[in-house]
């Protein structure tokens, strides 16, 4: 089981004020370990990276909210999750991993802690292919609450399975971009189909993880583009994370500080940072509820 490194030490503040209740849309709290244990069956072990290390990197970027992704090394135990939402005073939501056993009032709890959509991790290095039999089992449970799905799929899997995403019948958030080929170009046959997902469909995405995606490396120009093409295909259903403690990152552990200063070249106008930052996660996580 491998162990992965932990996040950069002191990431420095952006070059730009970010507005006012502006959300990092995918981040994850990791234990502490002896509190909140990990999974037996995880794929990695994290370094502790706990609620009170994220609450400092957010005052660091100027991010009033946070959306808590639940990642597989906590399996479907949200118990850390659901703790920092509660110390968060309303600032934070959370994304959970379910079982598919679990019942009615075990949603609503997850759902009164601030839960608002359901994680499936399909990314090849973690797990296998999707089942989509699963995914849309999945999508009946959660609709009646009004959540969404969040799917962490590889390009590729985009493609085998658009028929099965289009019919899921309740909100999709694709995760970094569906971790498309950035060598591959705009034209591409998975990225031009996930365009189209987000000019016709309830379907948004996170214009996360440059650090995953670039083969240029820092400062990641070669992903802006892209970024750049999701955001003119629908800048009302775009989302940003800093996906902080960057879990399983191969090459250099990137400065927070310079991810968050990409939105400027995603999005020049401020206008659009806004909506990225602040208006579309405040209507998808109720924040403002």
């Known amino acids: 089981m491998k162990t992965c490194r932990p996040p950069h030490p002191n990431p ?10 502006s959300c990092d849309s995918h981040c994850h709290v990791f234990g502490p370990g002896a509190v909140f244990p990990y999974h037996r069956k995880r794929s990695y072990t994290p370094p502790d990276a706990p609620y009170e290390a994220l609450t400092g990197l957010h005052e660091t970027l100027g991010l009033d909210r ?12 949200n118990r850390a999750m659901l703790d920092a939402i509660a110390r968060a005073g309303g600032r934070y939501r959370g994304v959970a991993m379910i079982d598919g056993a679990i019942g009615d009032a075990e949603l609503e709890a997850l759902h009164d802690g601030g839960v608002r959509g359901v ?3 399909f990314a090849r290095h973690l797990s296998g292919p999707p089942d989509f039999s699963n995914v849309a089992r999945i999508a009946a449970r959660i609709a009646p609450l009004g959540w969404h799905l969040v799917l962490y799929l590889e390009a590729e899997d985009v493609v085998e399975n658009a028929d099965a995403l289009e019919r899921l019948g309740v909100p999709v958030v694709i995760d970094h ?20 997902f987000l000019r016709d469909a309830d379907f948004w995405v996170k214009i996360s993880c440059a650090e995953r995606l670039s083969v240029s490396g820092a400062p990641f120009a070669d992903v802006v583009p892209f970024a750049a093409a999701l955001i003119d295909a629908a800048p009302d259903r775009v989302l940003w994370g800093t ?13 927070d500080g310079d ?15 806004r909506k990225i930052l602040v208006d579309n996660p405040a209507r998808l996580y109720g924040f403002d509820e």
């Open 12 to 21: 420095r503040p952006p070059s730009f004020s970010l507005p006012a209740g």
């Open 119 to 121: 994680r499936l991790s």
């Open 66 to 77: 946070a959306v808590i992704v639940q990642a597989t090394c906590h399996g479907d135990d």
């Open 177 to 196: 971009m569906a971790r498309v080929r950035v060598a591959d170009g705009l034209d591409q046959a998975p990225f031009q189909l996930l365009l189209g």
């Open 243 to 255: 996906d902080w403690p960057h879990p399983n990152m191969v090459g250099q552990m990137p400065d």
């Open 259 to 273: 991810l968050t200063d990409m939105l400027l070249a995603y999005a020049p106008e401020e206008e659009l940072r």
